[in-house]
C-alpha cells in the first residue's frame, strides 16, 4: 500500500513565504512523476509545479518565478517552495505521484491548507 503524506502549509501574510512537503512510502519501486495541484475554495483543482526523476520542472504560469520544485529520489520526497505568496495561492494543496510498481498508479495526498492573508 502507498501513501503520500503532506506536511507544512498554514497562514501567512501577502509576500511571504511557505514551504510545503509530501512523503510517500510503501511498496515503490519508482515514483514519476510528482508535484503539486492545488484548489481554490469553490474551484477546480489546478497543477500547481511537477517534477520529474531527472529534475526536469513544470510550472503553472501564476507560479512561474516564486515557487520552487524540488525532490529527493532517495527518500521519494517532493517540496514546494512558495516564495512572494499572493491571497490568489490560498488553496488546498496536493501531492501527486505516480507510483511504478508493476503498473502505474496514480496516488495523491490527503492536502494541505495554505492561506494568504492580504
Known amino acids: 500500500q502507498v501513501q503520500l503524506v503532506e506536511s507544512g502549509g498554514g497562514l501567512v501574510q501577502a509576500g511571504g513565504s511557505l514551504r510545503v512537503s509530501c512523503a510517500a512510502s510503501?511498496?515503490?519501486?519508482?515514483?514519476?512523476?510528482m508535484g503539486w495541484y492545488r484548489q481554490p475554495p469553490g474551484k477546480q483543482r489546478e497543477l500547481v509545479a511537477t517534477?520529474?526523476?531527472?529534475?526536469?520542472?513544470n510550472y503553472a504560469d501564476s507560479v512561474k518565478g516564486r515557487f520552487t520544485i524540488s525532490r529527493d529520489n532517495a527518500k521519494n520526497t517532493v517540496s514546494l517552495q512558495m516564495n512572494s505568496l499572493k491571497p490568489e495561492d490560498s488553496a488546498v494543496y496536493y501531492c501527486?505521484?505516480?507510483?511504478?510498481?508493476?503498473?502505474?498508479?496514480?496516488?495523491w495526498g490527503q492536502g494541505t491548507q495554505v492561506t494568504v492573508s492580504s
Open positions: 501527486y505521484g505516480i507510483v511504478v510498481t508493476t503498473t502505474h498508479q496514480l496516488y
Open positions: 510503501g511498496s515503490i519501486f519508482s515514483i514519476n512523476p
Open positions: 517534477i520529474t526523476r531527472g529534475g526536469s520542472t
